[in-house]
C-alpha cells in the first residue's frame, strides 16, 4: 500500500499518511499574498495507508481512503513525521473529514 520512498514506512492500523498541498502564494491576478497571510492548507494526498483497525470482533475493517486520493483535514491535529526532507503528516482514518470526487 505504500508507495515511492514510503516502503521505509508504513502506517500502523487506521492510519494515514499524507503530504498537504503547498499554499498558494499568488491570486489570480498575480498579486502576490506575504507569507504572514497565508492560511492553513486543509486538503492534501494521502501517501501511504495502514491496513486498518480491528473491532470489538476482531475483524479487521479497512480504510476508507486508499493511496492517491485527496481528502480535506481537520485544522488542527495528526502527528508530524520528516521523510527524506519532506513534510508529512499523520492522522487516524477517521480523523480526516471527507474526500474529493476525482
Known sequence: MATRAFKKFLPLFDRVLVERFAPETKTKGGIMIPE????????????????G???????????????????????????????????????????ILGKWES
Do not use: H, M, Q, W
Open 53 to 95: 483497525a480491528k473491532n470489538e470482533k476482531g475483524d479487521l475493517v479497512p480504510p476508507s481512503i486508499t493511496v492517491g486520493d485527496r481528502v480535506l483535514l481537520p485544522e488542527y491535529g495528526g502527528t508530524k513525521v520528516e521523510i527524506d526532507d519532506n513534510e508529512y503528516f499523520l492522522f487516524r482514518d477517521g480523523d
Open 36 to 51: 504572514k497571510a497565508l492560511s492553513k492548507v486543509l486538503d492534501a494526498k494521502v501517501v501511504a495507508v495502514g491496513p
